[in-house]
């Protein structure tokens, strides 16, 4: 039996931002510092060049040098799950097969995104992925990104006959995520901060996130309470996170991330087009909200 000791899928992932430099490079620097957070908070994983990480904008010379730099830099402290998936099956083959060898240990595959196509197409789709790689593959289900929701019987349908390793669900449905969870005996991960606590209750392995790119040891501390039994921290810490989930998305996500990873010291607010920084409105939301998030989290965290 699989346990969470064992399991490569289970715990804490972030969806790792791009950090830019004023000239619109990616901020080596600024991404190292990243990574640095994220092992010493005890991050399970990190998820180079996905939706947070801004992969629409991103050459592929560019995602691969990002998977190289952190698999040379912490590829012995957490693993490596690289984005390589679009809705063009020859370029997402073509991509895995560069991010596999360039050192990811797992491939992010979201369903295409616009074209929406049948469950015979998605299944002919990640069954060409994972013929065409050696590393697992885990399913990224976000309709809010690709206008395509899939039943449980279609994703049941997928993941049996592809032989999915994993599959991040960012529906926001924490009932189809319970049934997911019931129809598959591979972990699953929450890809929606404000309902992860919830989605543990139901079965979930754990979770790739966008705030622990701003607080990684509360969400990692959240999640071992949980773990262990003591539910009255776990809620006690997502209660006092909820306020900055919820600003992270007061715009399209990354664009308040980068302005609170600005705030903490991190990296720059900077963006390729068409993304933009968010509002000054938003700005000194989000920062009033990250600075009283960071107090009240040092009298909890350990």
Known sequence: MVTKA??????????????????????WKAFELLLEQQVNAGVKGVVIAGTTGESPVLAVQEK?????????????????????????????VELSRLSADAGADSLLIVTPPYNKPST????????????????????????????QALSTVQITQIA????????????????????????????????????????????GEGAISVASNVFPAAVVQMTDAYWRGDSVTALTIHKILMPTIDILFCEV????????????????????????????????????????????????LK
């Open 120 to 147: 015979a197409g998605l299944i002919g789709h990640f069954a060409a992925i994972t013929k065409a790689v050696n590393v697992p593959i885990c399913l990224y289900h976000v309709p809010g990104r690709t206008a």
């Open 64 to 92: 691969l040098a990002l998977i190289r730099k952190a698999k040379a830099l912490v590829g012995s402290k957490m693993r490596i799950m690289a984005g390589s998936g679009d809705n063009n099956t020859n370029a997402s």
């Open 6 to 27: 064992s399991n490569p899928f289970a715990g804490v992932w972030t969806a790792l931002a791009t950090p830019f430099t004023d000239n619109l490079d990616i901020d």
């Open 253 to 300: 996500n990354p664009c308040p991330l980068k302005a609170a990873l600005h705030v903490v010291g991190t990296c720059n607010n900077n963006f390729r087009l068409p993304l933009a920084p968010v509002t000054t409105e938003n700005y000194g939301r989000i920062k009033k909200v990250i600075e009283s998030t960071n107090q009240l989290l040092e009298d909890v």
């Open 160 to 203: 049996t006959e592809v032989k999915i390793a994993s599959i991040k669900e960012a529906s926001g449905d924490i009932a189809y995520f319970s049934r997911v969870v019931n129809a598959l005996a591979i972990p699953i991960l929450s890809g929606d901060d404000p309902t992860y606590l919830g989605s543990l209750a139901v079965g």
